[in-house]
């Protein structure tokens, strides 16, 4: 059985910095691509963050330079570190996982970026 279990998700100032970790189960992390997903309220899922598992990353342009996406193989954890964060930024975030086998997907914790 895959699971993705996220934790981090937190009430933050705008500004500030937040990491988000996904621990891996049933699966290898370092061998699928690994992603952060976001999803406001009203409006669509859209790739935040990847991590491929050659250690290609692509980042949305609206988080460029401020969110970093990481691993630790030996672990099996993913992380988001979000860095500068906006009231924009203010969604649940998704642990994706994708191999050969599936697509996968966390529980998605909330972030809120606000005074």
């Known amino acids: 059985q895959v699971q993705l279990l996220e934790s981090g998700g937190d009430l933050v100032q705008p500004g500030g910095s937040l990491r988000l970790s996904c621990a891996a189960s049933g699966i290898a992390s370092s061998l699928a691509a690994m992603s952060w997903y976001r999803q406001a309220p009203g409006k669509e899922r859209e790739l935040v963050a990847q991590?491929?598992?050659?250690?290609?990353?692509n980042y949305a342009d609206s988080v460029k330079g401020r969110f970093t996406i990481s691993r630790d193989n030996a672990k099996n954890m993913v992380f988001l570190q979000m860095n500068s964060l906006k009231p924009e930024d203010t969604a649940v975030y998704y642990c994706n996982a994708l191999n050969n086998s599936g697509n996968y997907w966390g529980q998605g914790p909330q972030v809120t970026v606000s005074s």
């Open positions: 991590s491929g598992p050659i250690g290609n990353l």
